[in-house]
């Protein structure tokens, strides 16, 4: 089976940092559809740094990376942002939702911006909402929400383009425990229904236990 994710002694350090402050050293990791996998590790290991290589949002000093079989170092800025779009959805620990905009336009916005026309953009997203159990509240701005609430809308902004991986930079970690219970399973049911990738950064050990495999970052690498 190909793989969606594969990286091959990836190297990768800040511009600013000092001489072999390397936060990511020689790693491999190599991610199928359908899995699910936690990251776990200390903070500032390097997990949120890993997560931005592999969405190319930083690039890597070294080594490879390829996404649904495109080698990112080949790519131009343009063609990484498809790329991106195309295939990955990324859910953080803070929402990061359009505070002006409804929960509805929030999930509506990416499909807006690869072109979708606002009819059939409005009407999947009102479909996802439902799925999440939401379809009560598409009309509420997030400040009208509560923090499982906005999360959730988070995650459907993130799957409504159908991507091949979610990655989820500790998604719960701002969640008391019945919601981050609730947010980790509605992730995973997702997950399971599209035979989409899985990628949580987490520190709940709780979280890692749900996941088919758990990889642990230390001194940049999986140990
Ligand atoms: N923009 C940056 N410039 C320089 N160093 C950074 C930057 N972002 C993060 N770092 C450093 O890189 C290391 C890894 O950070 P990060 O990936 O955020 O860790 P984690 O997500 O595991 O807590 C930390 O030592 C952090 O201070
Ligand atoms: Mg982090």
């Given at each position: 089976m190909?793989?969606?994710?594969?990286?091959t002694?990836v190297?990768?350090?800040?511009?600013?940092g000092a001489?072999d402050s390397?936060i990511?050293?020689?790693l491999?990791?190599?991610?199928?559809?359908?899995?699910?996998i936690?990251?776990l590790?200390?903070?500032?290991c390097?997990?949120s740094?890993?997560?931005?290589l592999?969405?190319?949002?930083?690039?890597?000093?070294?080594?490879?990376i390829i996404?649904?079989g495109?080698d990112?170092?080949?790519l131009?800025?343009?063609?990484?942002?498809?790329?991106?779009a195309?295939?990955?959805g990324?859910v953080?620990?803070?929402h990061?939702l359009?505070?002006?905009?409804?929960a509805?336009?929030?999930?509506?916005?990416?499909?807006?911006i690869q072109?979708?026309?606002?009819?059939?953009?409005?009407n999947?997203?009102?479909k996802?909402?439902?799925?999440?159990g939401l379809e009560?509240?598409?009309n509420?701005?997030?400040s009208?929400l509560?923090g499982?609430e906005r999360?959730?809308?988070?995650?459907?902004r993130a799957?409504?383009?159908?991507?091949k991986c979610l990655?989820?930079d500790?998604?719960?970690g701002?969640?008391d425990s019945?919601n981050?219970?609730?947010?980790l399973?509605?992730?995973?049911a997702?997950?399971?229904?599209h035979?989409?990738?899985?990628?949580?950064?987490?520190h709940d050990k709780k979280?890692a236990?749900?996941m088919?495999?758990?990889?642990?970052l230390?001194d940049?690498?999986f140990?």
């Amino acid at each position: 089976m190909n793989s969606i994710v594969s990286c091959t002694q990836v190297n990768y350090q800040y511009a600013d940092g000092a001489q072999d402050s390397r936060i990511i050293k020689n790693l491999d990791l190599d991610i199928k559809p359908a899995e699910s996998i936690a990251i776990l590790g200390q903070s500032g290991c390097g997990k949120s740094t890993l997560l931005n290589l592999l969405g190319g949002i930083e690039k890597a000093s070294s080594g490879k990376i390829i996404i649904n079989g495109a080698d990112l170092a080949l790519l131009n800025e343009t063609q990484i942002t498809k790329l991106r779009a195309d295939n990955l959805g990324f859910v953080y620990q803070f929402h990061h939702l359009l505070k002006d905009f409804s929960a509805l336009k929030n999930v509506m916005m990416p499909l807006l911006i690869q072109g979708e026309k606002s009819l059939p953009a409005k009407n999947k997203a009102i479909k996802i909402l439902t799925t999440i159990g939401l379809e009560h509240r598409i009309n509420h701005l997030p400040s009208e929400l509560s923090g499982g609430e906005r999360q959730r809308v988070a995650i459907a902004r993130a799957l409504i383009t159908q991507p091949k991986c979610l990655l989820a930079d500790e998604p719960t970690g701002n969640l008391d425990s019945s919601n981050a219970n609730e947010v980790l399973d509605l992730m995973i049911a997702l997950n399971q229904a599209h035979g989409s990738a899985l990628i949580i950064v987490t520190h709940d050990k709780k979280v890692a236990e749900k996941m088919q495999r758990v990889l642990i970052l230390k001194d940049g690498r999986f140990s």
